[in-house]
C-alpha cells in the first residue's frame, strides 16, 4: 500500500490549491480516507476525512474553504482548498483505514510522505 501527495506550494492569501494522494496496492473502494496537517512546530491534526458511507467531516477551522473528495475509479483522495490563509500553512498528509461496510475500522495505518503547502500575508 503506498500513498502519494501531490499539488502542494506556496501561494498568497486568499489563493487556492489542489491537492491530489494517489494510491496504489490497494482499491481505495476499501479504504476510509483523510487528510491531515502538521504546522510548523505543533502536532499533526485532521483536516478533513471520508467516513465509510460516504459522508464527509472538517475541521472547524477549514469548514466552508475546503472540499474532500475521491475518485474509486482514479483511485485517488483530493482536497480543494479555498480562500487559503497563512495559519494553513503545513505539511499536508493523506491517510488511509480499512474500510467495513459503511464502517472505518481503527486507525490511520497508511500515511504518505506530505506535501508542503506554505500560504503568505
Known amino acids: 500500500v503506498q500513498l502519494v501527495e501531490s499539488g502542494g506550494g506556496s501561494v498568497q492569501a486568499g489563493g487556492s490549491l489542489r491537492l491530489s494522494c494517489a494510491a496504489s496496492?490497494?482499491?481505495?473502494?476499501?479504504?476510509?480516507m483523510g487528510w491531515f496537517r502538521q504546522p510548523p512546530g505543533k502536532e499533526r491534526e485532521g483536516v478533513a476525512r471520508?467516513?465509510?458511507?460516504?459522508?464527509?467531516i472538517y475541521a472547524d477551522s477549514v469548514k466552508g474553504r475546503f472540499t474532500i473528495s475521491k475518485d474509486n475509479a482514479k483511485n485517488a483522495l483530493y482536497l480543494q482548498m479555498n480562500s487559503l490563509k497563512p495559519e494553513d500553512t503545513a505539511m499536508y498528509y493523506c491517510?488511509?483505514?480499512?474500510?467495513?461496510?459503511?464502517?472505518?475500522?481503527?486507525?490511520?495505518?497508511?500515511w504518505g510522505q506530505g506535501t508542503q503547502v506554505t500560504v503568505s500575508s
Open positions: 471520508i467516513e465509510g458511507y460516504g459522508k464527509t
Open positions: 491517510a488511509a483505514r480499512l474500510r467495513l461496510g459503511t464502517g472505518c475500522v481503527g486507525e490511520y495505518n497508511y
Open positions: 496496492g490497494y482499491s481505495t473502494t476499501n479504504y476510509c
